[in-house]
């Protein structure tokens, strides 16, 4: 989960970046945008990156104009992915479990706040971290984009409204795959899905798109429209 392909095209990450604020949340560092005094809070869950990378902060600010708090929480405790750090000895040291319970920690802090409705959204190892949330009744609403392995079991024991989009161009989740597991949620009559694999894109593409791009730029933000348009679905 951390070969070139998981790699590709890495941010240039900038700690002031976005038009949110930094805060402290349930003990994590965290970037907050959005209308702070909303009951209806997203969490985003970043690839290895991590949650100084501008244009997941951008995409945070662009939710978060659709009425909801915004939450990226730094679930790698300042450890983010670098080219340099040795692949799988960082994989390793984050397993997607430890980050299914610390976004737990999120989610409580937030209902302390006053938050009744929680989602969350989570890209490659986030997207890992969401479907396991996505077992359990703490989110209202669950988006999985282009993550990194997950596995048919995983999927059979998803409770919450979810929506997975992935790439044509994918080794970690293969459009086979996604296939397989979107036939299984259509199975799942108790539980609403929408799968989507985009063509032409790959591994990365939703918040590691060049600029310079116009197809990446406009499937990037196809994913964006997707993904926001099933979250106020199932929160407002």
């Not at 992915?81 to 390793?92: C, H, L, N, R, Y």
Request: hydrophobic residues 40%.
């Amino acid at each position: 989960m951390s070969g070139p392909e998981c790699t590709h095209n890495p941010p240039t990450l900038d700690p002031a970046s976005g038009a949110g604020n930094l805060q402290q949340l349930g003990g994590f560092n965290s970037y907050v945008t959005g209308h702070h005094d909303s009951k209806l809070a997203i969490i985003l869950i970043a690839d290895a990156f991590g949650y100084e990378a501008p244009k997941l902060r951008k995409l945070a600010d662009k939710i978060g104009g659709s009425g909801f708090l915004v939450v990226v929480p730094d679930f790698y405790y300042g450890d983010s992915f670098t080219p340099e750090k040795a692949g799988q000895a960082w994989v390793d040291a984050h397993p997607p479990d430890k980050g299914c319970e610390d976004a737990k920690t999120i989610i409580a802090a937030l209902k302390s706040k006053g938050v009744s409705k929680v989602g969350a959204a989570g890209f490659c190892w986030g997207g890992m971290v969401v479907v396991r949330l996505a077992k359990f009744d703490c989110i209202q609403a669950a988006v999985v984009l282009h993550p990194g392995p997950i596995t048919v079991e995983e999927i059979n024991e998803v409770k919450t409204p979810i929506a997975i989009l992935g790439a044509e161009i994918d080794k970690y989740a293969p459009p086979e795959l996604v296939k397989q597991l979107g036939d299984i949620l259509s199975s799942k009559s108790e539980v609403d899905s929408f799968v989507k694999i985009f063509p032409g894109v790959g591994h990365g593409w939703t918040v590691r798109y060049n600029d310079d791009d116009e197809f990446a730029v406009k499937s990037a933000e196809e994913s964006h429209k997707d993904m926001l348009d099933w979250l106020i679905k199932y929160m407002k």
